[in-house]
C-alpha cells in the first residue's frame, strides 16, 4: 500500500465511489487491470498453471504499477476472487501553473487547482519530466492544450497532453488574423470548417471520454453499463440505433453484441460532449 506521503500526494478521484470490484483470478487477461499489493497494475502477462497432482490451477501475473510503471507479479489460485481497480482517464484543459499545482477547467466550468505536475510527485511516472517540460513549455507559448489525467484507487496523475492545432492568417492590407479552422464533428463525422478572428472569443466544448464495463444490452438497444461507484446505468444506446449514429456505429455495435454472446469481459469507450454521450469503441482483455 502506498505509503502516508504518497497518499498525501494524490488527490481522489471520487470521493466516496468505489475504488476496487471482486473478479474471479481466472477471468482476468492480459491488458486487464489487476490489484496487487495496495497499487493498480496493468497485467503484462498471465500464465495459468497445476500445481502437483492434486493442486488447483494457479493464475500467474505479470503487471507493471500503471503510476509508477514498477513492475509487479503475483500468484493467485484461479477460483478464487482478486480486486480489480476501476481505472479511467479524463481530460481537462490546462490554463496555469502555481507552485506545483496545475490550474485545470473542469466540464461545468470551474478551476481545479490540486492536481501536481507530475515531476513533483513522490512516486512519479517513468516518463514525469517529459510531461511536466511539455506541459510548461505549452504554458510558455500560451499554446490551447489538454492534460490527460489517469484516475484509480482515489489517484489522480498528469500522463500525457493534447494540443490542437490551427492555421492564422491575415485577410487584406488592413484585415485582422483569422483563424480557418478544419475540423470534424466528434459524433457525426461530418467535416465542418468555420473562420474566425483571432481576437474573437468562441465556444469550445467540454470533451472527455470515460471507460464503464458493458454487462448487457436490451431489446431496445439500451447498454447496461457497470458504474465506478458499482451502480448500473441503462440510459445509453447502442450507436447503430442513434438518429446521427456514428460513421462506424454498425461496426461497434455488433462487435458489443459479439463480446457479450461470448460472454467476453470488455469496456465501452463513451465519448461525453455537450450533453450527449455515445458509445464509439470498446476495450477487451485479450488472453
Do not use: W
Not at 487477461?29 to 494457479?58: E, F, P
Not at 506545483?100 to 492536481?115: A, H, N, P, Q
Amino acid at each position: 500500500m502506498a505509503d502516508e506521503d504518497d497518499t498525501e500526494t494524490f488527490e481522489s478521484a471520487d470521493a466516496g465511489a468505489s475504488e476496487t470490484y471482486p473478479l474471479e483470478a481466472g477471468q482476468i487477461r492480459k491488458g486487464g487491470h489487476i490489484m496487487i499489493k495496495g497499487n493498480a497494475c496493468k497485467v503484462l502477462d498471465v500464465s495459468t498453471s497445476k500445481t502437483g497432482k492434486h493442486g488447483h490451477a494457479k493464475c500467474h501475473f505479470v503487471a507493471q504499477d500503471i503510476f509508477s510503471g514498477k513492475k509487479m507479479e503475483d500468484l493467485v489460485p484461479a477460483s478464487h476472487t482478486t480486486m480489480i481497480p476501476f481505472v479511467k482517464k479524463v481530460e481537462y484543459q490546462a490554463i496555469g501553473l502555481e507552485d506545483e499545482f496545475l490550474t485545470l477547467l473542469t466540464d461545468s466550468g470551474d478551476t481545479r487547482e490540486d492536481i501536481k505536475l507530475p515531476k513533483y510527485l513522490n512516486s512519479a511516472p517513468p516518463d514525469a519530466e517529459e510531461v511536466s517540460k511539455r506541459i510548461e513549455d505549452f504554458l510558455k507559448k500560451e499554446e490551447d492544450f489538454m492534460v490527460i489525467v489517469l484516475c484509480a484507487i482515489g489517484k489522480e496523475v498528469v500522463t500525457d497532453t493534447k494540443v490542437l492545432d490551427v492555421s492564422t492568417s491575415k485577410t487584406g492590407k488592413h484585415g485582422h488574423a483569422k483563424c480557418h479552422f478544419v475540423a470534424q464533428d466528434i459524433f457525426s463525422g461530418k467535416k465542418m470548417e468555420d473562420l474566425v478572428p483571432a481576437s474573437h472569443t468562441t465556444n469550445v466544448p467540454f470533451v472527455k471520454k470515460v471507460e464503464l464495463q458493458c454487462m448487457g444490452v436490451d431489446d431496445d438497444g439500451f447498454v447496461s453499463l457497470l458504474t465506478d461507484d458499482g451502480g448500473m446505468r441503462e440510459d445509453i444506446k447502442l450507436p447503430n440505433t442513434l438518429n446521427q449514429a456514428p460513421p462506424d456505429a454498425e461496426e461497434v455495435s455488433k462487435r458489443i453484441q459479439e463480446f457479450l454472446e461470448k460472454e467476453t469481459e470488455f469496456n465501452c469507450i463513451i465519448l461525453c460532449a455537450c450533453s450527449k454521450e455515445v458509445i464509439t469503441d470498446t476495450k477487451v482483455m485479450v488472453a
